[in-house]
């Protein structure tokens, strides 16, 4: 009997199902929120998150449904997740050298000194939390055909 999505999803460990959600949010609201928001709420959120606050986490959303629905190597799983959380923080590091540049009162050039939390300690934390031994332990068991359902 194959199992469906949802108990596959389930079987994954805490942490990948997390940035699932997470990052399937973030995706949605950074490709919704300029387009169908309000424009005054998008000019309030993009001196803090920049202009696409979810590039690196729709380009890592394959790879992270693929770590959980197929048998993806694991070492290119995660690199599909972390190169592009790692290029947020090279670009957020850069950013950040503009700090006190001049915006004109323009809210598209504007970079707030919190910006740095979005662009780089986040994903950081990401980076940090998606090298969890029980991700690892999850894609062994996987690929060893001993999945099963762990609601942990």
Same mark, same amino acid.
């Given at each position: 009997m194959n199992a469906n999505l949802y108990t596959r999803f389930l079987a994954a460990p805490l942490e990948l199902k997390v940035f699932a959600t997470f990052s399937v949010v973030v995706t949605? @609201? =950074?490709?919704?929120?300029p387009v169908f928001g309000p424009k005054n709420f998008w000019e309030a959120v993009l001196p803090f998150t920049g202009w696409s606050p979810n590039i690196g986490y729709s380009f890592g959303l394959f790879f992270t449904f693929a770590l959980i629905y197929t048998k993806f190597p694991l070492w290119l799983g995660? @690199? =599909?997740i972390i190169a592009p959380l790692a290029l947020q923080i090279i670009f957020g590091l850069l950013v950040m050298d503009k700090l006190p540049a001049n915006n004109f009162g323009n809210p598209y050039l504007t970079v707030s000194p919190w910006r740095p939390i979005w662009t780089v300690v986040i994903p950081a934390l990401w980076i940090a939390i998606l090298f969890s031994p029980r991700v690892k332990r999850f894609r062994d068991r996987k690929s060893s055909g001993q999945a099963r359902l762990a609601l942990s």
């Open positions: 949605i @609201l =950074g490709f919704a929120l995660r @690199l =599909g």
